[in-house]
């Protein structure tokens, strides 16, 4: 897809840009070699000519940094919370075995920004930061001049955002909390399961768990609302193909480049 570039005099009405027709998530990561939201997984999503999807947080000095997990073990063998450190300690750790730091917005932002491929991004809330998050991230944004929207699965993140940065396209991530609860309480998984806040949060695409696409509550908003959808995460071809049948944008990983000629060649349409 085109990309066209926007000056700051739009800041005050909706950006006329469409999601990106995929993303690859938290970069075209290549395990174990090239770690998820790692600089080396963008570096492969540019030469690869891949708009990316990945996380944002917010940590004890001030500084965004780009990390799925609020824990740090899973990827660097480190227990604890990541917002609890400062930069200069984060930087020495490792992902996932490799020497691979993990990295800061600025970092990614500057990687792409004159690449013309459009970003996916998280913002990451943990323990109420939702208002500093959105905060930090949307006055970085403001200096950025590459395509990008941002998501949640917090929809105080959201409506911080848009109070914020009306301007700015927004998505609404869910799930079927029903399967797995993430330890909420069981009124939060009703209301996040079924999009229920969206009359506040006001989303202008909703991104939804690939396995729990058939939730009638989601079918039906995407057809009364006309929400661009996007389904994560696509793991297979077989699932990118299914995604792409019904008009969703898939976010997706393990998928070598081959399959991913033969995908999106045509946009994977039947001539």
């Not at 063998?77 to 075995?97: F, M, P, W």
């Not at 955002?161 to 309480?185: A, H, M, W």
Request: proline share 5%; charged share 30%.
């Amino acid at each position: 897809m085109s990309s066209v570039k926007h000056s700051k005099k739009m800041r005050h009405s909706k950006r006329p840009f469409k999601l990106a027709e995929r993303y690859a998530h938290r970069g075209y990561h290549d395990k174990p070699q090239i770690p998820e939201n790692s600089m080396a997984a963008f570096r492969r999503a540019v030469e690869y000519g891949l708009p990316s999807e990945f996380d944002v947080h917010l940590i004890a000095d001030g500084s965004l940094v780009i990390f799925h997990d609020d824990d740090l073990e899973r990827q660097t063998g480190v227990k604890g919370s990541i917002e609890a450190y400062d930069i200069t300690n984060l930087r020495k750790l490792r992902l996932e075995g490799t020497d691979e730091v993990i990295p800061t917005f600025d970092e990614v932002l500057n990687l792409y920004e004159d690449t013309g491929l459009p970003l996916l991004i998280e913002l990451k809330c943990v323990k109420g930061n939702h208002k500093a998050l959105a905060r930090a991230v949307a006055e970085r944004l403001d200096s950025y001049t590459g395509e990008y929207v941002v998501e949640s699965f917090d929809p105080r993140a959201l409506i911080e955002y848009r109070r914020l940065r009306p301007e700015v396209i927004r998505g609404q991530l869910s799930q079927n909390f029903f399967k797995s609860s993430e330890g909420l309480p069981f009124y939060q998984v009703v209301i996040l399961t079924n999009l229920m806040l969206n009359r506040f949060t006001k989303p202008d695409f909703i991104a939804y768990k690939f396995a729990d696409r058939e939730n009638p509550v989601l079918k039906s908003i995407i057809r009364r609302k006309g929400y661009d959808e996007v389904s994560w995460t696509i793991k297979s071809a077989d699932e990118f193909r299914t995604a792409q049948r019904d008009g969703s944008i898939p976010v997706f990983e393990q998928i070598t480049p081959e399959e991913l000629e033969e995908l999106t060649r045509g946009d994977g349409k039947e001539e």
